[in-house]
């Protein structure tokens, strides 16, 4: 099976949420529920924080979705966090060094439908399946961020087909 390349769109408060459990988990909304229903185990997760503009890490998913009522973190809409993946890290950024996507943006194919002054539209939404290359171009610069940070917990890419 295909594995798919995807974007996840949420937060600051979110990404240091699974920080605290060691990307292990992470919480779905349920706002494209189809999408959601579509993430696989082996598929790759692209972290886009929306209130920085500012992508922060990548990870595997090592589960499918599933539904939880259980909250995954203490914040207030839980309802609205009602799927679970449970991930592993990849390439995760220290929030000092997180790549400006106002940076790297119009490098990306995905990028390519929306005009050059309108990209960042592109962000709307909350998961989007990306291209791999788009996926590869990023964690690729992780994967040099942190090779020139050695502190890091999350310095070490798999190596991939």
């Known amino acids: 099976m295909t594995k798919s390349y995807w974007m996840l769109v949420d937060s600051v408060h979110s990404f240091r949420k699974s920080r605290e459990l060691d990307f292990k988990i992470h919480g779905i909304r349920a706002q494209q529920v189809k999408k959601v229903q579509r993430m696989t185990e082996g598929d790759q997760l692209l972290f886009y924080l929306f209130d920085l503009k500012k992508f ?20 207030s809409d839980v309802d609205d966090y009602q799927y679970r993946i449970s991930i592993k890290p ?23 439908r929306w005009p050059p002054e309108s990209w960042p539209l592109a962000f709307i939404g909350y998961l989007h399946l990306i291209p ?15 090779k020139n940070r050695k502190s890091s917990r999350y310095n070490t890419v798999s190596k991939r087909a």
């Open 90 to 112: 990849e390439a995760i950024l220290e929030e000092d060094k997180f790549i400006d996507a106002f940076q790297i943006g119009p490098s990306l194919q995905y990028l390519r």
């Open 132 to 146: 791999k290359l788009d996926f590869l171009l990023i964690e690729e610069e992780m994967k040099k961020i942190n």
């Open 56 to 75: 922060g890490g990548t990870a595997i998913l090592t589960s499918s979705i599933r539904e939880s009522t259980d909250p995954p973190w203490d914040i």
